[in-house]
Structures are given as structure tokens and as C-alpha cells.
């Protein structure tokens, strides 16, 4: 109970300070946070989905969500770029108008069948960030593995290398208290061996967690079908979509220039653009950004908020990007987040 408790609570802090940020960008207050421009993090475009139990919904916005986002930035004066056209941008005359970049992280299938028709209708390029493993089907995706097997027990007992959890999931409320303790297991040992077991535990629940991939992700060659689309451009997101953190230099260089070959090979360039997975400490740090910039990536995008200005690009390998997330869809929202002010109310 205390957690679902906090749970709601957090989202009411949020949601208040998104409605606080709104007011207070329309009256004109603190107007140099909002910078030059922003970059948007997307996962999923699709239509709601039913059921109490949804750990990874803010991973998803609806594409009614995504047209009124589009909307309200167009009528604040914003104009939409492609995210390699970001330095050129921040290196205009102050008083240029602002601009939106948007991306979407992992080459769901739904980015193609669900967002494209929105971008299409206000002519907004975006990119994709393709995931290597997910595309060729050689890896999974925990978190959805995670949200099946719980969806599906009623109790669920891993061994993981942070150590062996037994997890009530009878009901809605310990279903979700589940989903946090494995996560909190996950990040806390061997990633890689941690999502393994959680396969293995998987199939032999009698779920696939790589058909839960091919279900969810575009392969090679759909990619490369919508590669010739004139809105949309692709970067790289690694292989495994591990933390890189914690990987060996070797590791590290496999995980950005292995996923950069595979773009070649779909599109006949090599990406310029990389976003880490997770974006946040386990992946995105002054070592990996160095790595990056040997790699050849031209800018890397983190998902840590915040909005763009000149100075953004004294490190361009570490850009911030503010999340629209499927818990907070109002178009006043994406307001209030293109303003800075949320970013900085958080202490971004």
C-alpha cells in the first residue's frame, strides 16, 4: 500500500509542477530556461491499452497525444529540425525562433504504423534510434519480459546475480511492487547474466521473450523499407541495449561501432547521431561520451532534461532530452516541458 501511495503522490508532485511550469512559461517567467530548443525522447506511439497492471506505460503516448504535442510547440512559434541540424541551429543570431527535435528510442514497429501519419501530417522529422540485437532479434527487452511473466504468475521466483527474489503477484498493487524489486535486482548486478535468468525464468513460464521482440520491433528490412522515407533518419543505440557503464573498453567500442554498422548497412551511411541507453548514469558518463566522440558520432543524446542553448554544445556527446511521458499526456504539458522550467524545478 505505502508504495502505491508514493507512487500516486509522486505523479501529483508532477503533474502539479507540470501545471505550475505551464502558468508560469505563459506569464513570461524565467523565458531564457527554455534556451534555443529542445530535443524529445519518444519509445512507443500507440493507441491506449486497457488494465491495471502497466509498468511501462510512460513508455508510451497515444498518437492523439503526439499530434497535440506537435500542435502546441507549433503554435508557440517552435520550428521542427532534424536533430543533425541541431548545431547549425544553436549556432544562429540570438532571437531566432526555437526549434523541436524529436526521437524515439528502439525502432518499434508502432513508430512506423502509429507515429509516422502524425509526423507525416505536420510534415516533422524525426529519428529513430535503432537498436541492433532488438532488430535482429538476438537480444530482449527485460522490461517487457518482466511485465509478462508478473502479468501471468502469481508468484515469481528468480535467481538473479544480485541474489535470489521471491515475488508476490496476486494482485495489481504487488504486481507493480514486483516489477520494482526486479528492476532494482537487475541494475544491481551482472546485466547481461541478470537478463538471461529472467529468460530463462520466462520460457519456462511458457513465455518467448524474443517473440515478444519480433512482435514489438522493427527487423532489418522494414527499417530499411521506411530508410527511403524523407522525414525520417536513423541513429545508433548500441546491440544489447546494455548499461555502458560498466563494460570494458573493448565492450564499449563493439556496443557504438557494431550498432553503427548495422545503420550503414540498412541506410549506406554510417549514423552520425547515438543515444545511450537508459540515458542516465548507467550509460551516459564522461567516459562513454569519450568513447562516443571516438566512435565518429557527431552528437549523443542522453535522456537527463534539460533544454538546448550554444553552451549545450561543449559537450556535444552528452545532450539532454526531456522525456514525453505516457503518464502526463496533455499538450499543455509539453508546454510547460519545452519552457525549462520542470527541468529546473527538479534541479536539472
Not at 328 to 341: C, D, F, I, N, T
Amino acid at each position: 500500500m505505502a508504495g502505491r501511495i508514493g507512487q500516486r503522490l509522486k505523479q501529483a508532485v508532477i503533474t502539479a509542477g507540470l501545471e505550475a511550469s505551464f502558468l508560469m512559461s505563459r506569464l513570461g517567467v524565467a523565458r531564457s530556461l527554455r534556451g534555443h530548443g529542445v530535443i524529445f525522447t519518444l519509445h512507443h506511439v500507440r493507441p491506449d491499452e486497457a488494465g491495471a497492471f502497466q509498468p511501462n506505460r510512460h513508455l508510451s503516448i497515444t498518437p492523439e497525444f503526439l499530434d497535440s504535442a506537435i500542435r502546441a510547440l507549433a503554435a508557440r512559434g517552435y520550428r521542427f529540425l532534424r536533430l543533425q541540424d541541431v548545431p547549425a541551429a544553436l549556432a544562429e543570431p540570438e532571437g531566432a525562433l526555437p526549434f523541436a527535435v524529436f526521437t524515439l528510442d528502439d525502432g518499434f514497429r508502432d513508430n512506423r504504423d502509429h507515429a509516422l501519419p502524425v509526423f507525416e501530417r505536420h510534415g516533422v522529422p524525426f529519428t529513430i534510434f535503432v537498436c541492433k540485437g532488438l532488430s535482429e532479434r538476438s537480444h530482449t527487452m527485460w522490461w517487457d519480459t518482466a511485465e509478462a511473466l508478473i502479468a501471468a504468475k502469481s508468484r515469481v521466483a528468480l535467481c538473479l546475480p544480485a541474489g535470489r527474489i521471491d515475488l508476490d503477484c496476486g494482485t495489481a498493487r504487488a504486481k507493480s511492487a514486483a516489477f520494482d524489486a526486479i528492476v532494482r535486482a537487475l541494475m544491481a548486478g551482472d546485466e547481461a547474466k541478470g537478463v538471461a535468468q529472467l529468460d530463462a525464468a520466462a520460457n519456462a513460464a511458457g513465455i518467448n521473450p524474443h517473440a515478444l521482440v519480433a512482435e514489438a520491433v522493427m527487423d532489418g528490412q522494414e527499417l530499411a523499407a521506411l530508410a527511403g522515407h524523407p522525414l525520417v533518419s536513423y541513429g545508433a543505440h548500441t546491440v544489447s541495449h546494455r548499461g555502458l557503464a560498466q563494460l570494458t573498453d573493448t565492450e564499449l567500442l563493439s556496443e557504438f561501432n557494431e550498432s553503427a554498422e548495422y545503420v550503414r548497412a540498412i541506410t549506406g551511411q554510417r549514423p552520425v547521431t547515438f543515444a545511450y541507453p537508459y540515458g542516465d548514469a548507467r550509460s551516459a558518463t564522461v567516459r562513454t561520451a569519450g568513447y562516443a566522440d571516438w566512435a565518429g558520432f557527431k552528437l549523443s543524446v542522453t535522456t537527463r532534461p534539460g533544454t538546448l542553448t550554444p553552451a549545450s554544445m561543449a559537450s556535444p556527446q552528452l545532450l539532454p532530452r526531456i522525456s514525453l511521458n505516457g503518464l502526463y499526456q496533455k499538450g499543455r504539458y509539453v508546454e510547460a516541458l519545452a519552457s525549462g522550467l520542470p527541468s529546473k524545478l527538479a534541479g536539472g
